[in-house]
Structures are given as C-alpha cells and as structure tokens.
C-alpha cells in the first residue's frame, strides 16, 4: 500500500538514545518516562521496545500505568501526578503502581486505609516549580505521617522537579538541587530530581534515579541545539508526498488570505500535509522542508489537508516525490523554531489521520 502522510517510529534508536542516557548518567537507574502516549509515538510499543535497557517507568495518570500492566510490563511504574480519590488508590495497589504524594487530600485518603503496605510512595517535594508538590516546612510532618501509615511500603521515597533546567545559565537549578538534598539528606528512600535536561547539564542532580523523558525521543531538552547535535538519533520522522506541483509567476499568491506572494516565476509544490495531520498550523514562510534530498521553503498558510512549498523554477520534483517534514536529516527542533513552539508539541500533536509506521 502507497502511504501518503504516515510516521516512521525507528525503534532501533531506542537503544541509542538509552546508552547516551547511561554515558551521561552512569550510576544512576533510568525511569524512562513514556506519558502522554509516550511523547505521540505509542505508549506499548515504545514500552515494549526499552523495558530491555531500563529499571523502570514513569507516566502520568493511572490509566496509562494500568494500560501498561494490562499489555505485561514487569518493571516498576511511577504515577507522576498520583491520586486524586479511592477508586485510583485501589488501581494503584491492584496493578502494583508507585505513586506521587504531593497533596494534603492524599494524605487523607491514605490515612484512611488499614490494609498493610498497599503503595510504594514517592514524596514530591516543591523546590520551586510551584506546580505539584509540598512547601520544604512540611517535609517533616508529611513524612511522619506516611512513615506511620499501614498503607504505605516503607522505606519512603522522594522527588522533585526542576522549572529551569533547560537554561544552562539559570542558578534557580542548583539552588533546587541544593534544597531537595538539605530536606532529603536524613532519609534513606529512594530520590530523584534529574529530567533530560537535568541528566545533560547538571550532574548533581542525578541522585538513584534519572527521569529521562525527550532525550530517549532523540528530541533535545535545549533551545540552542538539537538532538542530533547531542549524539541522539529521532525516533519519529514524519513524511508525506508531492500531490501536485504548479507554475506561479512573479506576483501571484499562493494560499489563504495571500499572505505570501512570489517575487519571480517559480513551481510551488503541494504537499498532502496540514494541520489536521498535526502539521504545525503557524509554521512561518520559510520552514525547511526536505524534498529529493533538497530543504525548500514552506510558503503560504500551513491549512488543514495540505501545505505549499517553493520548488523553484528549475526543480525537477513531481507529483509522487516523497517528503521529510521531520527526521535524521531535518531536526525537529528546525521546524519547532519556525513555529514559535517547542518540538514536544510537535510529536505530541500527531493526529490520528498519519499512519504510524515500525522500522528496527
């Protein structure tokens, strides 16, 4: 079958992008977090593909977890965001799935519970990202309680996240560092701090565990560079085809509204891609596209079903020509730029309508 948009997921990166993760984190255990359908590109099979080379997992909802242990993951899963009633607690200690304690109203549900050791718990502690998490002055008493709590494993484990880590040059990181080891230092649990950006740039935070999340995507957690530039291979490339391509001379506009006009005669390419496919809707003029081997420029509104390229007056591209819109040879990272986003959204936001293809 001729696909027209689909996505190659390139497990064999997998591999890859785990050793860099290990070369840049050697004593610690990677938690591969593999949320929000691992990062667009298939919570299973992306599960399947590193349960081999990690110690563990970490997803954001219960669901994804239970999901996981209904397609017969072994290894440890952490709920990032925990609990918010019974019904998820009872998930929880059924499927064996460590959990997040990062507010009062969990504390509540789980001093309500007298069956013996239900929950493996990891205390979030809020170093400064003011999302989830309790204030350093209740870490005592937090700690006291759960310690105390029949439904609790013991020992207790800890965690935190960083706001800035991205930023090599923001000292908020090692000030989070900093806090999270004072308020952890006399408890023997398990501790975590290190993101992808905490595990490439700052080597005190990588405590028992590293969170490695993009980086095994082979998408950099940086703004100045990408993760190719990094030594990591993309797991997702995302391709379509040349449906047409049409002669424009020089003042003629091309796409909604006319917001791009063209300076001389020239081939514009139309390309079966938008943002219904997930297609970055306000990538601007001038977005890479690769075509036969050659970046061209997008020109023209990104719309639903299609986006216009200039192919120049000498191009010898057709219709039937196949198409990178990101991958090995196109960053990304490139494509998030011009779109004034971030390239998480990007594979987050592939939609349904591309088919997704396995390549090992």
Known sequence: MIRTTYAVIHLDAIAHNVAQVRLAAPKAK????IKANAYGHGLQRVAHALEPFVEGFAVARVQEGVR???AGIKLRIVV???????EELNDLCHYQLEAS???????????????????????????GMNRLGFKPPEIPDVYEQLNHSAAVKKPINFMTHFANADDKNDPKTLEQISLFNDLTAEYSGEKSMAN???ILAWKAAQTDWVRAGIMLYGISPFAEISGIDLGLKPLMSLHS???????????????YNGSWR????????????????????YAKNGTPVLINGSLVPLVGRVSMDMITVDLGPYSSAQAGDSVTL????????TIAQYADTIAYTLVCGVTPRVDILESS
């Open 326 to 333: 990101w991958g090995e040879h196109l960053p990304i990272e």
């Open 101 to 127: 304690i990062h507010s009062a109203h969990q504390l509540t549900i789980l001093n309500s519970q007298t069956a013996p050791e239900l929950l493996t718990a990891w205390v979030k502690i809020d170093t």
């Open 30 to 33: 990677i938690m591969a977090v």
């Open 80 to 86: 990032l965001e925990g609990f918010t009633h019974i």
């Open 196 to 198: 992808s950006a905490g």
């Open 262 to 281: 063209s300076s001389h005669a020239t081939k514009i390419g139309v390309i079966a891609i938008g943002y219904g496919d997930g297609y970055p809707r």
């Open 241 to 255: 085809r040349l449906i047409a391509v049409r002669d424009v001379e020089a003042g003629e506009t091309v796409g």
């Open 68 to 70: 996981l242990r209904k």
